[in-house]
């Protein structure tokens, strides 16, 4: 599923390792779901936009 | 989704999968794959054991029937250690993150600790282990004094402690990943 995580990630001046560790997951586990390569649950998708001040839409709605 | 403390089932899961770090959603759901994986593997190699050992029980005698059992038994064992090993490392689960320099030297003296640590469990069972199959095929009369402080059996296991220490400590190292 592609999603604009690392977009605003970057955007944010954050790195994989911050937002992993905000967001309490592994930075491998972060960097599949940029990549698009693994689906998050709707749980996780929540975490990671209120990790990076942003929603759902903006994130993973239709990218 | 912040890091909270584990249970002993999650303990126990990344302890027997060799998995460091977050047990994330991604993390729980390979094991899962993994898991029934070698589940399948298990239940089709016991069939296949428990179907040979009906021919072979009318082929060979019990003495014989009972070695292949525990010689294919320990070969299943291995064949689902061998296949847990591989799907764990090729998905990298096993891998441990460094986030800075600081945090990489605090996970190698880590790693320094448990490795002594291994190495000295490992010098105790194996001492413990042969102690006893030593005290039951007791040829040579010895006292068990005796049997404790033989120099050749201390040697050869500290030498092997010292062996398995290093060895994981390499392996350990091989996989952070800054």
């Known amino acids: 599923m592609n999603n604009k995580v690392k977009l605003i990630r970057v955007s944010k001046n954050l790195q994989q390792k911050d937002l992993a560790l905000k967001v309490g997951i592994s930075r491998q586990t972060l960097s599949l779901?940029?990549?698009?390569?693994?689906?998050?649950?709707?749980?996780?998708c929540v975490s990671i936009a209120e990790a990076l001040d942003s929603d759902l839409n903006s994130l993973f709605w239709k990218v | 989704?912040?890091?909270?403390?584990?249970s002993l089932y999650v303990r126990i899961i990344k302890h027997t999968y060799g998995i460091h770090g977050y047990f994330d959603e991604y993390k729980k759901q390979?094991?899962?794959?993994?898991?029934?994986?070698a589940f399948i593997i298990l239940f089709i190699l016991f069939f296949l054991q428990?179907?040979?050992?009906?021919?072979?029980?009318?082929?060979?005698?019990?003495?014989?029937?009972?070695?292949?059992?525990?010689?294919?038994?320990l070969l299943i064992f291995f064949t689902i250690i061998f296949y847990v090993n591989i799907a764990v490392s090729r998905l990298k689960l096993d891998q441990v993150e460094a986030y800075d320099n600081n945090d990489y030297n605090f996970k190698i003296n880590k790693f320094k600790r448990k490795c002594i640590l291994m190495a000295f469990n490992f010098f105790i069972c194996e001492r413990i282990l042969f102690?006893?199959?030593?005290l039951l095929s007791n040829d040579k009369h010895l006292t068990i004094p005796q049997l404790i402080i033989s120099p050749r059996e201390n040697i050869v296991w500290g030498i092997s402690a010292i062996f398995v220490g290093i060895t994981n400590y390499f392996v350990y190292k091989h996989k952070i990943k800054k």
């Open chain 1, 33 to 44: 779901i940029e990549k698009g390569r693994y689906n998050p649950s709707l749980k996780l």
């Open chain 2, 50 to 73: 428990m179907f040979s050992t009906v021919f072979l029980v009318s082929l060979l005698d019990a003495d014989d029937v009972l070695t292949v059992l525990l010689f294919t038994d």
């Open chain 2, 1 to 6: 989704m912040r890091k909270t403390k584990d």
């Open chain 2, 30 to 37: 390979e094991v899962n794959r993994i898991g029934n994986n």
């Open chain 2, 131 to 134: 102690f006893i199959l030593d």
